[in-house]
Structures are given as C-alpha cells and as structure tokens.
C-alpha cells in the first residue's frame, strides 16, 4: 500500500488547523488504497497552535508534528517536514486550504503512473492581491529568469506531490538560504503543471509582508544566479570608454580653444554617478559575502522542541 506524507508547515494558524484537518481528511478517506500521514510542523507559533495539533495527535494516530524552538521560516518548515517524513510520497500544502486538497489525487495519478516524478500547481490569476504586488511579482520573475540558468515558474506554488527519489534529492541540497522554487526546479526530474485559480484564506491572515517578499526575492537571486557580480565589472568596462572619450575630447578643447577651468557641474554629477556605482558594486558583492558567511557557519537549518516523532 502507497503512502502519502502530507507536510503542513504552521505558523499562527490555530484558526486554519481545524478547518484544514476536515477537508483533507474528507479527500484522504475518498483515496482507497492510499495510507495518509500528517506531518505538521509548527513553525514557533506565538498563538495556540502547538495545543490545537497535539490535540489533534492525541486522536489520530496518523497524525505526526514537529514544533521548533522558534520560528525558522516556512523554507525550514518544508525541509524538516521532508526530512521526517517517512511516505513514498510527499505533498507540500499551506494550512490556509489556499491549496486545495481536492487535486491530491489528479497529483497522485500524474505521479503514480503518469510517469512524472513531481505534480505542481500554479496559480493562473493573482486576483485578491495588491496591484503593486503583482507588478513587482511578474517584474521579479523576469528578472531571475533572464539572469538565472535555473528556471522559476511565474505563479508556481510550493503545493506540490513529489516521488520519494525527488525528495530525497532535495533533501541532499542542505544548504542554510534555502529557496525552494528555485529548489524544485534545479533537482530537474519531470514536473506536471496543474493550473487553478487563486482562492483566498480560509482563516487568519497572510504572513507575508511586502517587506519579506522584497527579502526573499533577493534570497532568490543571490541564491540562483552570480549575474548581479558581472554587473560591477561590465559597468567599469563601458565608464572605462566613457572616459577614453571625455579625456580625448577635453585635450583637444584645450588645445583648439584653452579654457580648461570650466565643467565643475559636470563634474559633480560625473562623481557622484561613479560614487553610486561603486558604493553599488559594493553592496552587491556584499550580498554575496553575507550569504557565504552564513553557508560557511553551517548553522542547523531548524531546531526541534518537541515532536511525536520516533527515528
Ligand atoms: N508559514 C510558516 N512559517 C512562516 C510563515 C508562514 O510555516 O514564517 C506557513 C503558514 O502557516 C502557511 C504557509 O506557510 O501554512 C503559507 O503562508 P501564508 O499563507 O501566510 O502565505 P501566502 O499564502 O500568503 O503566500
Ligand atoms: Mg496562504
């Protein structure tokens, strides 16, 4: 019989848990054949999220949970979700039913004998969201797929079925910034694309700032692609030019009309356009060295407080 481990990462849902245990489990006892397991991995919740899923444990025996000492972010709660989950089948679904448990078996058919090795879904709309928010979505989205060798889905969501060999594989790329959509894809194997349109939260609220979103697209970057390095020494190559042809053109002024004195505006704005460059250059080059500093510590990716887990 297959298993399905499904990884519920949880942070400030004790409103969402319920309401998500009913429906998933009205589609796992529609699957035959089918054993479900629940990992939910509480992500240093500061409500009573922790009681809502041990009380939940306490009635179903299928029902694992991992809480962390704090909270370490929803990549770390995926990662220790698929590190303890014991399925020959991962699925990956928000708590919020913004993922709806209705496709887990069109997802469990494409990777059971569809010959795919991952069913993913994507959102085809970004109705509900902030026009802002989906302008700098899609704009972020070309960027790194220009930039990065890796491709990013516009619109894929971390709701998605893997085999076991794919998790495993993700599981291997242990590294501390963890980006999984860049994740997915550069473990390869063949993905199915389930399209639907987005529902909005059954309960609570998103824990997405715009703030967070800005920090975690530049995870992304930093994380999949060293163009932003080239671009420091592509600048310096075109100001080189740029100067070859100031400093002919001001000899010949000289020589031809004499009054070398005058320019001190341009001058300004010639410095000051370097200065940001420079300072600009720095700043990317930093970025890079912070997330190699922090790879280097090799920091644990999250600590556990309790589980109901045994190894
Ligand atoms: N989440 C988490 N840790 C965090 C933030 C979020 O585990 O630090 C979980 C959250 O409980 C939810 C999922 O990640 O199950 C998606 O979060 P949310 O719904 O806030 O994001 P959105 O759907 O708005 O992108
Ligand atoms: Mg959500």
Redesign the pocket.
């Known amino acids: 019989m297959d298993k399905i481990s499904v990884i519920?990462?949880?942070?400030?849902?004790e409103q969402?848990i319920p309401i998500f245990y009913r429906e998933i489990t009205k589609i796992s006892a529609g699957m035959n054949g089918v054993e479900f397991e629940y990992v939910f991995?509480n992500?240093?919740s500061k409500d009573k999220t922790e009681q809502v899923i041990r009380g939940l444990a306490e009635r179903d025996k299928t029902v694992k949970y991992i809480s962390f000492s704090r909270?370490?972010?929803?990549e770390?709660?995926m990662y220790a979700g698929m590190e303890n989950a014991s399925g020959d089948y991962v699925v990956i679904?928000?708590?919020?039913l913004?993922d709806p448990p209705a496709l887990i078996p069109e997802m469990y058919e494409a990777v059971k004998s569809g010959g795919y090795d991952c069913a993913a879904t994507r959102r085809v709309d970004r109705k509900g969201e902030a026009r802002i928010r989906s302008l700098f979505a899609r704009a972020f989205y070309k960027l790194i797929n220009h930039i990065s060798q890796t491709e990013i889905v516009d619109g894929a969501r971390?709701f998605r079925l893997m085999s076991r060999r794919m998790v495993d594989s993700i599981l291997s790329m242990c590294e501390y910034n963890r980006f999984s959509k860049g994740i997915f894809s550069w473990v390869g194997f063949e993905t199915k694309w389930i399209g639907y349109e987005n529902i909005n939260?059954s309960a609570?609220?998103?824990?997405?700032s715009f703030w967070k979103l800005f920090k975690y697209s530049i995870d992304g970057i930093v994380g999949f692609s060293t163009a932003p390095l080239a671009l420091s020494s592509l600048m310096g190559i075109i100001l080189f030019f740029i100067s070859i042809v100031g400093i002919i053109f001001i000899i010949v002024r000289q020589l031809l009309y004499g009054g070398s004195a005058y320019g001190w505006p341009s001058m300004i704005c010639v410095i000051l356009l370097v200065g940001g460059l420079q300072l600009l250059s720095i700043g990317i080059l930093g970025q890079y060295l912070s997330k190699t500093y922090l790879e280097t510590k090799r920091r644990p990716i999250y600590i556990i407080k309790e589980t109901n887990i045994e190894k």
Do not use: H, I, L, Y
Request: hydrophobic share 30%; charged share 30%; net charge negative.
């Open positions: 519920v990462p949880c942070f400030n849902e969402a991995v992500d240093g909270n370490f972010g929803k770390s709660a679904m928000d708590v919020d913004q971390d939260r609570g609220e998103t824990k997405w």
